[in-house]
């Protein structure tokens, strides 16, 4: 069983950043997927950005070129590096681990509002 713990959200403005961070219970070494998930209220839940182990990225199209992600098998972490928000960026974020691209475990979410 793996336990992921997000941290990280929060109320950010327009056009500002935050950085998402979360935290494995076991070895990620092996996990071929670490990524992150949000779900807005009344939507689907949609892939942001997940990292393979062997370092490939894959980005949703929303996200292209404003996102980041990063990857640390010593640590266990995988964290979102999130810039020039906007309001359709506001959802629940979910961290999110599994051996295919479709996850296997889930973290609890971690909530960001980005409003003036």
């Known amino acids: 069983q793996v336990q992921l713990v997000e941290s990280g959200g929060g109320l950010v403005q327009p056009g500002g950043s935050l950085r998402l961070s979360c935290v494995a219970s076991?070895?990620?070494?092996?996990?071929?997927?670490m990524g992150w998930y949000r779900q807005a209220p009344g939507k689907e839940r949609e892939l942001v950005a997940n990292?393979?182990?062997?370092?490939?990225?894959n980005f949703g199209g929303s996200v292209k070129g404003r996102f980041a992600i990063f990857r640390d098998n010593v640590k266990n972490t995988v964290d979102l590096q999130m810039n020039n928000l906007n309001a359709d960026d506001t959802a629940l974020y979910y961290c999110s681990a599994g051996v295919g691209s479709k996850p296997d475990y889930w973290g609890q979410g971690t909530q960001v509002t980005v409003s003036s």
């Open positions: 076991v070895s990620i070494t092996s996990v071929n997927f």
């Open positions: 990292m393979h182990k062997s370092g490939v990225r």
